[in-house]
Each structure stands twice: as structure tokens, then as C-alpha cells.
């Protein structure tokens, strides 16, 4: 594909004429066609190295990543094309990055990390380590435990990223109550306990006491409001603090050692995912003609939390689309890019079937 094609595709996403497009060629050199800051999330998962063996034409064999003779190589591969996406990506934007390990000369080759770590020399700032459970995996291993999980790292440009926590909430079905006419928390909660202990406390000043019971009389209105539904009070020398008892290390135990008491609390529209998820990998799209395929469901959260309504999302490893679908589905739009004719006819024909969501005026 021509630097002008591609140019004249990713103008008209970005224009809104389209909302998608599949270029076709080597992904550094097709980012490098791409205008600076014009995407606002990369999700992706390049080529595994030393792996598998994809559809691709005999005289792009010698591009594509994952054939390299050695693991330095591939790392260094990798970094270059995310040197090269960083330029193409939005400063307040993301990068997604699923990849998997390899055992070589029946060593880990700790793969995903040996990658991780030389893009965050490159300037990349990790935020999570996601592992990805994908509840099954290789049976044939007789002297080790089986493997069923992959790294999903999240990187930003800068400290400063677009990030809608609302949107992945997870709401607790457990809700705040009243017994014997006082609210109580999700789990029972109410208060009685930490204004006694406020009352008793030695270590307390008078000025602390009653800034800690103004505190947990905000609380609990907070709570009888419906803004939250638990919490936990935690005082100086009645409690331990959470991770570390040291002020320079820990933020919460700076609360205790400046204010004398600390509050978390739960708020009613739900918590964050946690880090790890269990999802199962995708078969519809597997068959025969690709060997590893996104499920769509393991790209719902980060589409929704770092790329804004009609926003672009780009998958720089496309494969057959996985990506592409999952954002218009969300009402993003999408740009794919790949090494193979094949698998670009296929995430074309997977998405023209695909239902997806227009941006609300």
C-alpha cells in the first residue's frame, strides 16, 4: 500500500468521513506515513517470538517481527515500532500491550518483561501489569506447571492520560441499610465504634479528635446520602496502616503521621477491576487462519477507560480485526495495520458484519 493511500484512509477517520480502514504493509513503515498525535489509544499484540507462523507472502517474510534469530533482536524490533507509535499517539493517550512468553533451551525467557522493560527505558511509563487468565492452556508439559496466563501491560506517554474510571466501574450488589433506625454500611458499619475510639485515643491531639469526628460525620452522611456504600476509619496507634507504617513510602501513613486518622471509602458507582482477569480466549475467529485472536471481551475495559467516544483506536499488529470490531462496537473508531493481505480481507469481512455503535450527537 502507497503512502498516499494510507494518508487518504487515516484523513478521512480522522475527518470522520470513515469509520474505519486496514492498512496493509509493515507496521513501522506505515506508522511512519501516520500524522503525529492522531490517535488516542493503541491496543495490540505483535507476533510472538519464535512462535507461530502467520499467512504472510513469501517476499514480506524477512519484515515481519517475530523471525528474528535472536531475542535481543526482537526486542529491539519491538521498541523501534513503539518508538514510532508513540509519535503517532495522543499525549494524553494509551498503549495496550498483550504479549506472551517463550521457553527456549527449557529456560522462561521472560519475554513480556525483557520487552516491557526496554520501552520504559525508551521513555514509556507503565501504569499496570494486567494478567490476563485465560483458564486453559498447554497440556503437554510433564516437568513444569502448566501455563494459562499473559501479560497485558498498560503504558502512557505522560503522567497526565485520559482515563474514565466511571465508565469500568464494577457496582457492589451490597448496599448501605438501616437496623434498629441507624445506617449501616455494606457490611455493617455504622460508626459507633470509631467515634469511641476517637473519644478514648491517646495518641490523638484535641484539635485531631475533632477534626476526625468532623470526618466521620461527613462520612456518614455521605453514606445515609447514598455517595458511598463502606468504609474504613483508621486512627494513629489504634490500627495498622495499609502497605507500610513509613511516611516516605506510604501515603496513608503520612495521613496518620500529619492528620492522626485516614478514611477509604467505597463509593456508590462501584471499584475498579482488579489486575488480574479471567477471561477465555477467542474461538469464532480462530479456525484456521489465525493462531491467536483477541477476544473482544479483554478489549471492552481498555477501549472504554482510555479512549474517549468516537476517539481512534489503532491496532498496530491487526490481525484479523479483533480490535477494529471491539471499538466500533464502543462507538470508537478504528485503524488496523498489517504484514498480511490474508488477514486484512478477513478483518474486513469480519467487520462489514459487525454491528457498531454511531457517536451520540
Not at 166 to 191: C, F, L, Q, Y
Amino acid at each position: 500500500m502507497s503512502g498516499s493511500e494510507i494518508i487518504a484512509i487515516v484523513n478521512g477517520i480522522i475527518n470522520g468521513d470513515q469509520r474505519f480502514g486496514f492498512l496493509n504493509g509493515n507496521s513501522i513503515d506505515v506508522l511512519r506515513n501516520l500524522p503525529s498525535e492522531s490517535v488516542n489509544c493503541i491496543i495490540t499484540s505483535p507476533p510472538y517470538w519464535a512462535q507461530r507462523e502467520y499467512d504472510i507472502d513469501v517476499e514480506d517474510k524477512e519484515m515481519e517481527i517475530g523471525r528474528e534469530s535472536d531475542h535481543e533482536r526482537y526486542v529491539q524490533s519491538l521498541r523501534d515500532v513503539f518508538r514510532e507509535a508513540k509519535r503517532v499517539l495522543k499525549k494524553d493517550g494509551s498503549l495496550w500491550l498483550n504479549i506472551g512468553d517463550k521457553y527456549h533451551n527449557k529456560a522462561l525467557m521472560g519475554m513480556p518483561w525483557r520487552v516491557a522493560l526496554s520501552l520504559m527505558d525508551d521513555g514509556w511509563i507503565l501504569r499496570n501489569d494486567i494478567i490476563w487468565d485465560k483458564m486453559k492452556g498447554t497440556q503437554s508439559c510433564r516437568d513444569r506447571f502448566r501455563d494459562v496466563y499473559e501479560h497485558f501491560f498498560h503504558f502512557v506517554r505522560s503522567p497526565k492520560y485520559y482515563y474514565d474510571a466511571d465508565s469500568i466501574r464494577v457496582i457492589s450488589p451490597r448496599k448501605p441499610k438501616k437496623i434498629n433506625g441507624e445506617i449501616v454500611s455494606a457490611t455493617g458499619v455504622s460508626g459507633k465504634r470509631y467515634k469511641r475510639l476517637i473519644e478514648e485515643s491517646t495518641e490523638l491531639t484535641e484539635a485531631e479528635k475533632t477534626a476526625a469526628s468532623k470526618a466521620l460525620e461527613d462520612t456518614l452522611a455521605q453514606l445515609m446520602n447514598g455517595e458511598i456504600v463502606d468504609f474504613r476509619m483508621t486512627l494513629r496507634g489504634t490500627q495498622r496502616t495499609y502497605h507500610s507504617d513509613n511516611s516516605k513510602v506510604s501515603g496513608r501513613a503520612k495521613e496518620l503521621e500529619n492528620k492522626g486518622f485516614f478514611i477509604m471509602k467505597m463509593s456508590s458507582k462501584g471499584f475498579l477491576p482488579s489486575d488480574i482477569w479471567r477471561i477465555t480466549p477467542e474461538d469464532t475467529w480462530r479456525k484456521d487462519e489465525h493462531y491467536a485472536v483477541f477476544p473482544e471481551e479483554l478489549l471492552q475495559n481498555p477501549i472504554l477507560a482510555t479512549c474517549p467516544r468516537d476517539g481512534i483506536v489503532l491496532d498496530t499488529f491487526s490481525g484479523t480485526g479483533s480490535t477494529i470490531a471491539a471499538a466500533l462496537k464502543l462507538g470508537r473508531k478504528g485503524i488496523g495495520i498489517d504484514l498480511s493481505n490474508r488477514y486484512i480481507d478477513i478483518a474486513k469481512q469480519r467487520v462489514s458484519n459487525t454491528s457498531y455503535t454511531l457517536p451520540l450527537i
